[in-house]
Structures are given as C-alpha cells and as structure tokens.
C-alpha cells in the first residue's frame, strides 16, 4: 500500500550538469519514494537569478530521465512561487521574530570564525540582534541594504534521521531574506516543501548541518516537518567531494568515453550495493532490491 507520507523529491539547483553524485543521491530520493508507493515530485531551485543556467534547468531532469528516472506532476521552478515563501516571512515579521542584519559579507565571516558559546562554529552570533533604532537609521543611511534574519532564542533542535540515527544541533538566527530582497534557501525550502507536501527529504550529508534550521523554521509556521535521510557523498580519488575537476563525473562525460546512460545507472546500482556494476538493470530492477529498512552500504569514490 502507499504511504502517502512518504511523497519524495529531489530539488537541484541549476547551476552546473548533475555529476555521478548528484545523480546517486537522486536515484536513492526516487528509490525512497518508490519503494513506499509514493509520490516523487522534482523542483528546480532557481532562487540565484545570477548562478542560474537555462541549459541546466533543462539539462537536468533529461540526465534524470535518461537513466529512468520518472516523477510525478510538472516541474516545479522554485522562482516560480516566490509569493508563498515571502508570506511566510511576513508572518515571522508580524510575530516579532525578525530583525534587518546589515553586517557585510566580510564581517559575518570573521564574526562567525570565531567561538560563541554554545553555538556551533559559523553561526551567527547576532551582532545586529539588538541594534537601537538609532543604530539602524546610521547603518541605512550608511547605504547598506539589510538582510531580513530569524531571532531564532537560542533553539536547540533534535531529529531522528533513517541513515544518521539522533542529530541535534542549535539554531542560529539564519537569513530569511536576502539583501537584493530574494527568500533566503532555508526558508524557501521549507515552504515549499510543506506546499508540495513533502513527507520525506533524502539528500547528501552536506546538508545535514541545515535541518535543524529548517525544522524549528517548520515548526514556526505550524506546518509538519518531513522526515530526512542524509547520505554519503560520493568522493574523488583524492577524498574530496566529487568535482568537475575530477574528470568524467557527468553523464555527458561518460557517454563520450562510450558510457550509456544504462552503464551508468548499473554503476551507481553497484555502489549501493543493488547490482554488479556490469549488470544490466533498470530503475523498476532496482525497486525490488532496495529495502528502506536495511542499512545502506554506499560505495563513496568514484
């Protein structure tokens, strides 16, 4: 039976083709979903009007495509609905949990690098948190255009994730607006996530530090956070994250070392364990090996 609470999505912003871990994490999201009988929804998260690119808006979802990878309903372009993520935020605004920041780049990077307590290191230590409305009329009259922040209280946030197991980390008080007046990743992906509802996130494990935010964010806006799996990245030969500097990391590139889109979904299968990686399979193949409940073991280099 499906589990409609288990509805999945996979949400790439189009700033460069999808490499082999991109493309790994996205079967795993497809294959959580499917698994479940459920819904698997993909949103192009374009918010970056500067680092986004058209070829890869649609460049992306054919690379999906190509290895069998289908999803429900349109595409959905995250600037598309950009109304719904600032009526969020003017209901954090209306609550009296926002604050401008009008700290440059500059100045949030050296206030950050240094230890605030109990805050983990790179959080913002509220430098702005309680300026004087005198205060504020120099900063703007300076020039500086603000950003909009959270007053997050000093929050500290517990969650149970499938891959990871306990995580909990505090809540800093995060962007929720930017400077040029754009929602702010965080609270743009939250938002949209509980419109599309979205009952399961799985992702890489570079994200992991973020789900915190975004559940107390969830929870300040009365809607149910989904449940998250966080998983490996897939690395370089030299350890690091898998880079276009790495060679043949996209699809593009196999196919013209004589790689099919086939080759390469029996690849990223082997590296989950679901398939040798010579083996002939297809996504529907790979359904019935996956098991949710089983522990993942992920190859992580390319």
């Given at each position: 039976?499906?589990?409609?609470?288990?509805?999945?999505?996979?949400?790439?912003?189009?700033?460069?083709?999808?490499?082999?871990?991109?493309?790994?994490?996205?079967?795993?999201?497809?294959?959580?979903?499917?698994?479940?009988?459920?819904?698997?929804?993909?949103?192009?998260?374009?918010?970056?009007?500067?680092?986004?690119?058209?070829?890869?808006?649609?460049?992306?979802?054919?690379?999906?495509?190509?290895?069998?990878?289908?999803?429900?309903?349109?595409?959905?372009?995250?600037?598309?609905?950009?109304?719904?993520?600032?009526?969020?935020?003017?209901?954090?605004?209306?609550?009296?949990?926002?604050?401008?920041?009008?700290?440059?780049?500059?100045?949030?990077?050296?206030?950050?690098?240094?230890?605030?307590?109990?805050?983990?290191?790179?959080?913002?230590?509220?430098?702005?948190?309680?300026?004087?409305?005198?205060?504020?009329?120099?900063?703007?009259?300076?020039?500086?255009?603000?950003?909009?922040?959270?007053?997050?209280?000093?929050?500290?946030?517990?969650?149970?994730?499938?891959?990871?197991?306990?995580?909990?980390?505090?809540?800093?008080?995060?962007v929720l607006r930017r400077t040029?007046?754009?929602?702010?990743?965080?609270?743009?992906?939250?938002?949209?996530?509980?419109?599309?509802?979205?009952?399961?996130?799985?992702?890489?494990?570079?994200?992991?530090?973020?789900?915190?935010?975004?559940i107390h964010l969830a929870r300040?806006?009365?809607?149910?956070?989904?449940?998250?799996?966080?998983?490996?990245?897939?690395?370089?030969?030299?350890?690091?994250?898998?880079?276009?500097?790495?060679?043949?990391?996209?699809?593009?590139?196999?196919?013209?070392?004589?790689?099919?889109?086939?080759?390469?979904?029996?690849?990223?299968?082997?590296?989950?364990?679901?398939?040798?990686?010579?083996?002939?399979?297809?996504?529907?193949?790979?359904?019935?090996?996956?098991?949710?409940?089983?522990?993942?073991?992920?190859?992580?280099?390319?």
């Amino acid at each position: 039976m499906a589990d409609p609470n288990a509805t999945g999505r996979f949400a790439p912003s189009p700033t460069g083709p999808l490499h082999l871990g991109n493309l790994r994490t996205a079967l795993l999201a497809w294959l959580f979903a499917r698994s479940a009988g459920a819904r698997f929804l993909l949103r192009i998260e374009d918010l970056d009007p500067v680092a986004t690119r058209e070829e890869h808006v649609t460049g992306q979802p054919a690379d999906l495509a190509a290895l069998g990878l289908d999803w429900n309903g349109p595409i959905e372009r995250q600037s598309e609905h950009l109304d719904r993520s600032h009526a969020a935020i003017a209901r954090l605004e209306a609550e009296g949990l926002t604050y401008p920041c009008y700290c440059t780049r500059r100045e949030i990077q050296e206030a950050a690098a240094a230890p605030h307590g109990k805050d983990p290191m790179g959080a913002y230590p509220g430098t702005c948190r309680d300026l004087t409305a005198a205060e504020r009329d120099e900063r703007a009259a300076s020039g500086r255009r603000p950003a909009l922040r959270l007053r997050a209280g000093d929050v500290a946030v517990a969650f149970e994730d499938r891959l990871r197991g306990r995580v909990e980390g505090r809540v800093d008080d995060l962007v929720l607006r930017r400077t040029d007046g754009i929602p702010a990743y965080n609270l743009a992906v939250v938002v949209d996530d509980a419109a599309q509802g979205v009952g399961e996130v799985v992702r890489g494990d570079d994200l992991l530090p973020s789900t915190p935010r975004q559940i107390h964010l969830a929870r300040l806006l009365g809607v149910e956070p989904p449940t998250y799996a966080h998983v490996p990245l897939v690395l370089g030969p030299d350890g690091t994250r898998l880079a276009k500097r790495h060679g043949a990391v996209t699809l593009a590139d196999r196919r013209a070392r004589g790689e099919s889109p086939s080759d390469v979904l029996a690849y990223l299968a082997s590296t989950l364990g679901l398939a040798r990686p010579d083996e002939p399979v297809t996504p529907t193949d790979l359904i019935e090996r996956f098991d949710p409940t089983e522990p993942l073991v992920l190859d992580p280099r390319d």
